[in-house]
């Protein structure tokens, strides 16, 4: 092999899967054709929240011609141990709008969706709870959060120093269900091969679903196969196990076909997880300087009832910002909807739109520059651990950005600045997301006059996995990346943790290098040679508080007539130590930006208080901002190399770009009109 000193990570390489996408030749789930004809499946939805299926007359499906079976909990083959809230077609009770009560088989995707809306299906029904309020009774603690999370934390005597401080704000913030959208929609072609499970999936990780799938049909892990090379997008809904891929695995078992499934965007909705709604009150006292003295963050989200999912919201509020009194909350109302899921930066998206809403609040109660607010409160160290940072640029992403943005001598007067019949003003809100890392394995085989052949069960959901990987290789094993050939999605390959948690990079690469290494000074034998690394946490996380950071500007435009409001401009800067590739990089900051100013001013879930269900489960009703609703887009990052937590060097960045955003955007709305709208999104009808 040609050694080579030029590095790839860095650089700007485009993607290398590009060319096969655009072409038609990245094949996603639900394209696979297995040669077997297939047959399709639909699925049958509750109409009701919480009840039991008392009967279910299918005979008027099954007499549909082309209708191969029809499941029902009645005859479903019994699954394993698996989670309540996935355990699909196993008994007669609902928990909500939307759940599977039967499966259709069908010759083909038409002929089953037919069948599907001939099955009659009788409740048991009692009414819907689905409201969510702070003045709830039966609001309770739960053990703890996701991703381990402790439940509440409380440093000094809160409300003392809230009653003692000169300035305070005392805000209450609401951010509504929210559905994670991808563009390819969640799809599962299955097939059993003797007792093997094949599965053709669309997932963030293969090995993320290996132990449900296999705990659900009674098999080993050398019985299931997954396949999942490309995915259309995720952002936390194709993490998880969901009842369409065990309901295709029953469906190929009891037919013994090959099937395929794919959701609708309307069923969506309810199969595959939301985030969670927030209610937030945010307390802060200060001194006349700005100085925190309290912060207060008191959170109440909902769950299922099939699931007990406690979204982290006020975690990052914890590390913001040092106050000698401070406190988080979370409480949980347990309602009759479906399980909620992750949604890019679970917790950390909600949790730091309403601090950095307060913290604007409070700014103004100050009358200080809001940038200036936030430097001065910097904290040297993790308040809450009271370790190091790794490192913490974010005053860097504060003055980059309001270089960039031009922030110096911004008026702070609200509703003063008119462009015709537009009011006009611009905002800030800091952004952080925590540098995680995961146990991965990869391999390497070098065969001599041969590209090497990387395997590792990663996983790219758009966010440039195959390239980024691929140069990674390149550099550890010294060689152009033309001599790298890359192999990833594959529960048969080595080990990996899932896309999720901005961990990708920091997981995957150190296993890919530490195979590399294996190789080092090793001649290749005419033969070949096969290596493995593995890689995972050390002490660091331990030693350091290891996090992303980054500051967001936006300027605001409020038609005064029409209470339209549009986002001319957005800056981003962030700290997220060493950025592999420049363009996919900057396309991740881009996409979670742009998901922020969809938060804001666009997605809302509706569940109607009455049925229970989401009113506007389509793209024609849940908006998300298109193309035209995002204008200039600043986005740049300061020099970062974070050496206490990887080998790369890198922080992971899949999340931070919508951490922030929309209070951004919210702040300056304020800024634009001397309003605050305290319930997201900024919708024109709250301008009446
Ligand atoms: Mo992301 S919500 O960790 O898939």
């Known amino acids: 092999m040609t050694a080579t000193t030029e590095r790839a990570v860095g650089s700007d390489v485009r993607r290398i899967d590009g060319p096969d996408k655009v072409r038609g030749r990245a094949p996603y789930a639900y394209e696979h054709e297995l040669g077997a004809q297939p047959a399709f499946l639909a699925v049958v939805q509750s109409t009701v929240a919480r009840g039991r299926v008392t009967a279910i007359d299918a005979s008027a499906a099954e007499a549909v011609p082309g209708v191969v079976a029809v499941l029902t909990h009645q005859n479903a083959p019994r699954l394993g141990d698996v989670a309540e809230e996935i355990a699909v077609l196993q008994s007669d009770r609902v928990q909500y709008v939307g759940e599977p009560v039967a499966l259709v088989v069908a010759e083909t995707s038409e002929v089953a969706r037919d069948a599907a809306g001939r099955v009659l299906v009788d409740y048991d029904a009692q009414p819907a709870d689905v409201r969510l309020a702070a003045d709830r009774d039966d609001l309770y603690a739960p053990e703890q959060l ?99 891929q065990l309901l295709a695995g029953m469906a190929a078992k009891v037919t013994g076909r090959t099937v395929k499934i794919e959701l609708t965007r309307q069923q969506m909705f309810s199969l595959v997880g939301h985030r969670t709604p927030t209610i937030q009150r945010l307390r802060l006292g200060a001194q006349p300087d700005g100085t925190l003295t309290a912060i207060s963050h008191e959170v109440v989200e909902h769950t299922s009832q099939n699931a007990e999912f406690a979204e982290q919201t006020a975690t990052a509020t914890r590390l913001m910002y040092a106050a000698p009194a401070r406190r988080t909350t979370h409480r949980l109302a347990k309602l009759d909807v479906p399980a909620p899921t992750i949604m890019r930066a679970p917790g950390e998206t909600p949790g730091m739109y309403a601090l950095e809403s307060a913290m604007d609040e409070l700014a103004v109660a100050l009358g200080i520059d809001p940038v200036e607010l ?190 339209e409001v549009r986002v001319p401009r957005m800056t981003g800067v962030f700290a997220v130590g060493r950025v592999i590739n420049t363009t996919t990089a900057r396309s991740q900051f881009l996409g979670g930006m742009t998901m922020g100013l969809s938060m804001a001013l666009h997605e809302e879930s509706v569940l109607d208080q009455g049925r229970g269900h989401y009113a506007n489960h389509d793209l024609a009703e849940y908006h998300v901002a298109a193309n035209a609703d995002v204008a200039e887009m600043d986005i740049s990052w300061v020099d970062e190399v974070d050496d206490e937590h990887n080998p790369l060097g890198a922080k992971g960045i899949g999340e931070i770009g919508i951490v922030g955003a929309a209070a951004a955007i919210g702040n300056a709305y304020w800024h634009a009109t001397g309003r605050r709208v305290r319930d997201l999104p900024i919708t024109p009808d709250k301008w009446f």
């Not at 599962?188 to 669309?202: K, S």
């Not at 990987?469 to 094993?477: C, E, F, H, Y």
């Open 146 to 244: 996701m991703a381990g999370f402790a439940t509440d934390s409380v440093i000094g005597d809160v409300d003392a120093a809230l009653a003692a401080a000169p300035v305070s704000v005392d805000v209450t913030y609401e951010t509504p269900n929210q559905h994670n959208n991808p563009i390819e929609m969640h799809a599962t072609v299955a097939r059993w091969d003797g007792d093997v499970l094949r599965m053709w999936d669309a997932n963030q990780g293969p090995h993320n679903l290996v132990p449900v799938i296999t705990e659900a049909f009674g098999i080993t892990e050398d019985q299931l196969h997954i396949v999942s090379p490309y995915v259309g997008g995720a952002f936390g809904s194709k993490a998880y196990t969901h009842a369409h």
């Open 374 to 563: 936030r430097l001065r409160n910097e904290p040297e160290r993790d308040p809450e651990r009271d370790v190091p940072w790794s490192t913490r640029n974010l005053v860097a992403c504060l003055r980059q950005g309001a270089e960039r943005f031009g922030w110096a001598g911004r008026d702070p007067r609200p509703g003063v600045r008119e462009d015709g019949r537009w009011l006009v003003g611009t905002g800030v809100a800091a952004a952080t997301y925590p540098t995680r890392r995961r146990p991965s394995q990869a391999r390497i085989e070098a065969v001599p006059g041969k590209p090497f052949v990387v395997s590792i069960d990663a996983s790219d959901i758009g966010t440039g996995a195959w390239t980024t990987l691929t140069q990674i290789a390149a550099d550890a094993l010294r060689v152009p990346m033309e001599q790298v050939s890359l192999r990833i999605g594959d529960s048969r390959l080595p080990k990996a943790s899932g896309a999720g948690g901005s961990t990708g990079i920091t997981s995957w690469g150190p296993a890919i290098i530490a195979a590399a290494e294996q190789l080092r000074d090793r001649d290749v034998p005419p033969g070949g040679l096969t290596v493995t690394g593995s890689s995972g946490p050390g002490d660091e996380a331990e030693t350091y508080s290891s996090h992303a950071f980054g500051a967001h500007f936006a300027e605001v435009r409020v038609d005064r007539d029409s209470g």
